[in-house]
């Protein structure tokens, strides 16, 4: 079964950029599609990336995702960051009939 | 947009059941595929079910395999999650969210209900 295995936490300064990796145990990430979803205290997620690299209407374009086959990973890269930043961030991804997340990364922002 | 709205949440004692409604907003609710999804106080997501928007196709995670049942009524535009045999380990948050892109992924959640499993 799959795991996608996340830093428990990274931070950043406001205006720096941060990357936030997503691990996958087996097989390869990149032929399933990757999600990431803020969830910031006390609310449901949303999505701010979707399908690997895209992002949903109202999503700044400071966020970006990618994949990396060579190291079996996904990525979310948030640039120019700002406060409102500071949240939980998961990906998702999809194995056997099962949706699978991440253990969940929490960004901090100096 | 569609919005969702679960409820039904609550105390339960252990080895109790409830059943979880999750309410959207638009009429072509029988269009999307659906999930159930938890997060424990403190902890991180964990997905439970998913039902396609005909209800032909259904999954469970194995922590729910057996106690839990999805399903729908697209006539009133709501998903379900019957939940049986609670243990303490089901205190959770419970949302719902419609699935929209490649591989499950969610783009509408509801706000969440809370269920508390204890005596």
């Known amino acids: 079964n799959l795991i996608l295995t996340q830093p428990h936490s990274v931070s950043g300064s406001p205006g720096k950029t941060v990357t936030i990796s997503c691990t996958g145990s087996s097989g390869s990430i990149a032929s399933n599609f990757v999600q990431w979803y803020q969830q910031r205290p006390g609310s449901a997620p949303t999505t701010v990336i979707y399908?690997?690299?895209?992002?949903p209407s109202g999503v700044p374009d400071r966020f970006s995702g990618s994949m990396d086959s060579s190291s079996n990973s996904a990525s979310l890269t948030i640039s120019g960051l700002k406060t409102e930043d500071e949240a939980d961030y998961y990906c998702?991804?999809?194995?056997?009939?099962?949706?699978?997340f991440g253990g969940g990364t929490r960004l901090t922002v100096l | 947009e569609m919005q969702l709205v679960e409820s039904g949440g609550g105390l339960v004692q252990p080895g109790g059941s409830l059943r979880l409604s999750c309410a959207a907003s638009e009429v072509d609710f029988n269009r999307y595929n659906m999930n159930w999804v938890r997060q424990a106080p403190g902890k991180g997501l964990e997905w439970l079910s998913f039902i396609s928007g005909t209800s032909s196709t259904i999954y469970y995670a194995d922590s729910v395999k057996g106690r839990f049942t999805i399903s729908r009524d697209n006539a009133r535009n709501s998903l379900f999650l019957q939940m049986n045999s609670l243990r303490a380990e089901d205190t959770a948050v419970y949302y719902c969210?419609?699935?929209?892109?490649?591989?499950?992924?969610?783009?509408?959640w509801g706000q969440g209900t809370t269920v508390t499993v204890s005596s």
């Open positions: 399908e690997d690299s895209q992002r």
């Open positions: 969210a419609r699935v929209n892109y490649g591989h499950y992924g969610m783009d509408v």
């Open positions: 998702q991804s999809y194995d056997s009939r099962s949706v699978v």
